[in-house]
Each structure stands twice: as C-alpha cells, then as structure tokens.
C-alpha cells in the first residue's frame, strides 16, 4: 500500500519561490504533482516515472521543477516566479505503471497542501 503526505504549502509573495514535498511510503513507479484552483478542475502539473523520466504541463514554462530525494522518500516540486495563478491545493499522487499527466495513470492521492500566492 502506498501512502502519500505533502508539505510545504503556505502564502508566497507574486515572483518568489516555494517547494513542496511529498514522502511517500511504499513502491510506485509514477508519481506525480496536480493541483485544483478554485472553481476549476483538477490539472496535472508534474510527473516522474521510475526511470527518471520527467512530464511537465506546458503552463509551466520552466518554472516547476519536479525531483525525487531518495534518501528521504520525498517527491519535490520546486515552484519558481510564482504567479496569482498558481494559487491552488497541490496534490500528490502515484501510479503503478504509466506514467504522464492524465489522472487515470494515478490511483493513490494526496490530502492536499495549499498554497496562496499574493502581495
């Protein structure tokens, strides 16, 4: 069984930077990062298999950053030049085989962590 727990959301300034994290007990191959904006369905934002292979939304722009911190079981978002429109719930979520930015490739989720972008 696969367990997920974010961290890391809070209140951010427009242009500044946070990470979120994810630990994740037990073994999956995809794991991946969405979030739902209020009033707004639930989009992929960053995935990474397994193997290293890294999916990004193209709302991104370099600006996301997605890793894996093998020593401490975390997935890591780092969200750079954060935007108002990056105000969402940030979820964590993992597959056991495909993977990419369609729900359907995750089947364990994340309660959630919130992050609020103004001045």
């Known amino acids: 069984q696969v367990l997920l727990m974010e961290s890391g959301g809070g209140s951010v300034q427009p242009g500044g930077s946070l990470k979120l994290s994810c630990t994740v007990s037990?073994?999956?191959?995809?794991m991946g990062w969405f979030r739902q904006a209020p009033g707004k369905e639930r989009e992929g934002v960053a995935s990474?298999?397994?193997?290293?292979?890294?999916y990004y939304a193209e709302f991104v722009r370099g600006r996301f950053i997605i890793s894996k911190d093998t020593a401490k079981n975390t997935l890591d978002l780092q969200i750079n030049n954060v935007t108002p429109e990056d105000t969402a719930m940030y979820f964590c979520a993992a597959g056991p085989r495909s993977c990419g930015l369609y729900e359907r490739y995750f089947n364990t989720w994340g309660q959630g962590t919130q992050v609020t972008v103004s001045s």
């Open positions: 990474m298999s397994g193997g290293g292979s890294r």
């Open positions: 037990g073994y999956t191959n995809c």
